[in-house]
């Protein structure tokens, strides 16, 4: 059974004029379609929750109001009415500024039922995976470039070698603080490298 929440109430009186019919239109969409919502407040916004939940969100602006559904990403859309690319709180709707902004009602309660279909198929809200910052590849400095182009044998195993090995040796001449020791380390380098050796390969068994 649906219940209602008196802050929502609250919520709505407080709103822009252009506002209240709109929220209270949606509200009432779906308290009739949606048997089991419970309606609650959470980040200042109105928010309805299907099991224990969230499952739509509503919140009116300045200038327009916003209605969200959290399983958008996996609905149905015959209609092409949903925006899944949320920007500047538009929502899964768009920017709503009068009740023609909205869907028909019919195809509004269908999109409704089928976002609770998908709560009672045990579909969770789909979240992007975020991507691993990749750090771009160390460039040889030019005195190491320079070294390696007069040691043809050197320089073409450090071209064949693996990224990760390349780094371990590029790393190791960058962190010489003084020039002395960067000279040492590339002609220790350049050595090891003509050998066919990378720069760990006292530990590699």
């Not at 590029?170 to 002395?180: F, V």
Request: with cysteine; proline share 6%.
């Amino acid at each position: 059974m649906s219940t209602t929440d008196s802050r929502i109430d609250a919520y709505i009186e407080k709103a822009a004029p252009f506002a209240q019919p709109i929220l209270n239109h949606i509200r009432d969409l779906i308290h009739e379609h949606c048997p089991g919502i419970q309606e609650n407040i959470k980040w200042g916004f109105p928010h309805f929750d299907y099991k224990g939940k969230s499952h739509f969100s509503l919140a009116a602006f300045k200038q327009h109001c916003a209605f969200g559904f959290w399983l958008a990403g996996s609905m149905k859309d015959p209609k092409g009415i949903l925006q899944l690319e949320e920007k500047s709180a538009m929502g899964s709707l768009g920017k709503i500024t009068t009740l023609k902004d909205l869907p028909p009602d019919k195809v509004f309660a269908a999109y409704l039922k089928d976002s609770i279909r998908l709560a009672d198929e045990g579909v969770k809200v789909s979240r992007a995976p975020q991507k691993k910052a990749v750090a771009p590849p160390l460039e040889t400095p030019e005195d190491f470039r320079k070294a390696l182009s007069e040691n043809k044998k050197a320089q073409a195993i450090f071209e064949q070698f693996a990224p990760s090995h390349r780094k371990e040796y590029l790393e190791w001449i960058l962190e010489a603080k003084r020039e002395e020791t960067r000279a040492k380390r590339i002609a220790q380098a350049l050595e090891w490298m003509a050998e066919g050796k990378p720069r760990h390969w006292k530990y590699h068994g």
